[in-house]
C-alpha cells in the first residue's frame, strides 16, 4: 500500500523559515513526481511546487517563485520543500503529492490536482504577522 506522510509544518514568524518533509512508501517513490499543494480554509487547494520523478526539472507557483524550494531523495524517499520569507499570506494546510506521470515536473500542466495519483494527509502551516 502506497503511503505518504508530511511533517516539519508548526507556527513561524513573517520572515522566517520551514522546511516540510514527505516520506513516501518504497519502492514506487523514485518512479514518481512529487508535488506539494496547499489549502487555506474557505480556499481551494492550490498548487505550489513540484519536482520530475529525476529531480532534474522543477516548476514552482508565482506566489512562492524564490522563497522555496523542492528537493528530493530517492534513497530516502524523501521530498523537502524549504520555504523561506514566510508571509502570512502562506498560512495553510500544505499536502504532498505524487504522479505516475513521467512527464511531469517542469511546466504548469503540474499544477492540477487531478494529475496526481497520491495524497499525504496535511500539515498545517501557520505564519503569523
Known amino acids: 500500500q502506497v503511503r505518504m506522510t508530511e511533517s516539519g509544518g508548526g507556527l513561524v514568524q513573517a520572515g522566517g523559515s520551514l522546511t516540510l518533509s514527505c516520506e513516501a512508501s518504497?519502492?514506487?517513490?523514485?518512479?514518481?513526481?512529487m508535488g506539494w499543494f496547499r489549502q487555506a480554509p474557505g480556499k481551494e487547494r492550490e498548487f505550489v511546487a513540484v519536482?520530475?520523478?529525476?529531480?532534474?526539472?522543477?516548476y514552482y507557483a508565482d506566489a512562492v517563485k524564490g522563497r522555496f524550494t523542492i528537493s528530493r531523495d530517492g534513497i530516502k524517499n524523501t521530498a523537502w520543500l524549504r520555504m523561506n520569507s514566510l508571509k502570512p499570506e502562506d498560512t495553510a494546510v500544505y499536502y504532498c503529492?505524487?504522479?505516475?506521470?513521467?512527464?511531469?515536473?517542469?511546466?504548469?500542466?503540474?499544477?492540477?490536482?487531478?494529475?496526481?495519483?497520491?495524497w499525504g494527509q496535511g500539515t498545517q502551516v501557520t505564519v503569523s504577522s
Open positions: 503529492a505524487a504522479s505516475g506521470n513521467t512527464r511531469l515536473g517542469g511546466d504548469r500542466s503540474a499544477s492540477y490536482p487531478r494529475e496526481y495519483d497520491y
Open positions: 518504497a519502492p514506487f517513490f523514485s518512479s514518481y513526481a
Open positions: 519536482i520530475h520523478w529525476s529531480g532534474e526539472n522543477t
